[in-house]
C-alpha cells in the first residue's frame, strides 16, 4: 500500500504491468512522495526536484534516503510510463545536485548532500552511473536497440518544450529537430548488424502526418493502446541511416487535466467532451461517476479526436467526507 521508488521502477522497468496499471504506479507516488527542490546560488530555475526513496519511519539505511542512483532509475521508469516532463525534472534535478553542487563536480555520488543522515558519501558509486547512463541513453533518448529480436526502438522521451536534441554515442548517432509541424528525425548506426528501425513519437496533431524516410514515402499510424497522450508510430527496414521527416497538420490532441483533489461523494470533473460512459475505473475508485474510494487514483478516458485514439489519465485525490 506505500511502495518504495524500487518496487515501481523494477516492475515497470521489467515490462510487468499494462501502460494503464504502470501509469496508475508512477503517478500515485509522484503524487504522494516527498519533493525536495534542486535549488540554490547559480542552480538555472525550473522546478528541479528529487525523490526520497520512501516515506518509511524510523529511518534505516538504505530505506528512506535521497539517492541519486534511485532518481535516475525511477526517472527511467517515468520515461518507459510516458511522462516525459516529469521524468526530465527529476534526472536534470538529480544530475545538478550530484555533478554542479556536490563536493565533486562531474561526480555521481551515492546519496545527496540534500540528505540529513548521510549527506554527501561513496562518489562515483556504480548504482546511480548505470542508471544514469540508462535514463540517459533508453529514457530521454530514447535508443533501446534489441539485436536479438533484429529491431531499434527509438522512443525520445524530450521534455515538451525542446524543439532539438543529439547524441554522439559509439554505436549511434542520434539527432532530432522540430521547425513548427516539421520534425525531423535522424539515426545512423554503428552496432553489429543492421536491422529494423521502430520509431515512437508523441503525436503533435490528431491527423495522419505525411512522413518521409530517405526520401521516400513511408507508412506510418498511430497507436491505439496509447497511455498519457496519442503517439504516432513508424517501421523502417533495415538500414544503417534514416532520414526521416515528420509533416504534421491539423489540431493539437486535448491535453489531460490537472490532478484534482475530492471529498467521498463528489462528482468527478471530466474534461470538456469526455464521455462519462467511455471511462475506464480499473481500481475502482468510482460508483456512478462519484469519488467512491479514499486515496491517490488514476482513472482512463477513451479519447477519439481526428484520427488518433488513446487513454486519457485523470489523476485525483480522494479524501475522506467532511464532518
Not at 30 to 40: F, S, W
Amino acid at each position: 500500500t506505500n511502495p518504495a521508488l524500487w518496487t515501481v521502477y523494477h516492475t515497470i522497468d521489467s515490462e510487468v504491468p499494462t501502460p494503464k496499471q504502470a501509469w496508475q504506479m508512477a503517478a500515485e507516488r509522484l503524487a504522494v512522495l516527498r519533493h525536495v527542490p534542486i535549488h540554490g546560488e547559480g542552480v538555472p530555475a525550473g522546478g528541479w526536484i528529487m525523490l526520497a526513496c520512501s516515506d518509511w519511519l524510523p529511518y534505516m539505511w538504505s530505506l528512506n534516503l535521497l539517492l541519486l542512483g534511485e532518481n535516475a532509475h525511477m526517472a527511467l521508469a517515468l520515461w518507459q510510463t510516458g511522462m516525459r516532463d516529469e521524468a526530465y525534472r527529476i534526472f536534470k534535478g538529480a544530475l545538478l545536485d550530484s555533478m554542479y553542487m556536490g563536493l565533486c563536480p562531474g561526480d555521481f555520488h551515492m546519496t545527496s548532500a540534500l540528505d540529513v543522515h548521510r549527506q554527501e558519501a561513496q562518489r562515483d558509486f556504480g548504482d546511480p552511473i548505470g542508471a544514469s547512463s540508462r535514463a540517459l541513453v533508453e529514457g530521454l533518448f530514447g535508443v533501446q536497440p534489441d539485436l536479438i529480436a533484429d529491431e531499434v526502438r527509438l522512443r525520445p522521451g524530450f521534455p515538451s518544450d525542446w524543439n532539438h536534441a543529439s547524441l554522439k554515442h559509439r554505436d549511434f548517432d542520434f539527432a532530432w529537430r522540430r521547425d513548427g509541424l516539421r520534425e525531423t528525425v535522424e539515426f545512423t548506426s554503428r552496432l553489429a548488424k543492421a536491422v529494423p528501425l521502430a520509431l515512437t513519437l508523441p503525436a503533435r496533431t490528431t491527423s495522419l502526418p505525411a512522413v518521409t524516410c530517405n526520401g521516400r514515402h513511408v507508412e506510418c499510424a498511430f497507436d491505439a493502446t496509447a497511455v498519457g497522450a496519442p503517439l504516432l508510430t513508424v517501421r523502417l527496414p533495415a538500414a544503417r541511416a534514416n532520414h526521416v521527416t515528420v509533416e504534421w497538420h491539423g489540431s493539437a490532441p486535448a491535453p489531460a487535466p490537472a490532478q484534482r483533489s475530492y471529498r467521498i461523494g463528489e462528482a468527478l470533473q471530466l474534461p470538456r467532451g469526455v464521455d462519462p460512459n467511455q471511462i475506464d475505473d480499473p481500481q475502482k475508485a468510482l460508483a456512478n461517476s462519484r469519488v467512491a474510494t479514499a486515496g491517490f487514483h488514476t482513472v482512463f478516458a477513451g479519447m477519439r479526436q481526428g484520427d488518433c485514439r488513446w487513454s486519457m489519465p485523470i489523476c485525483f485525490e480522494a479524501k475522506p467526507e467532511a464532518n
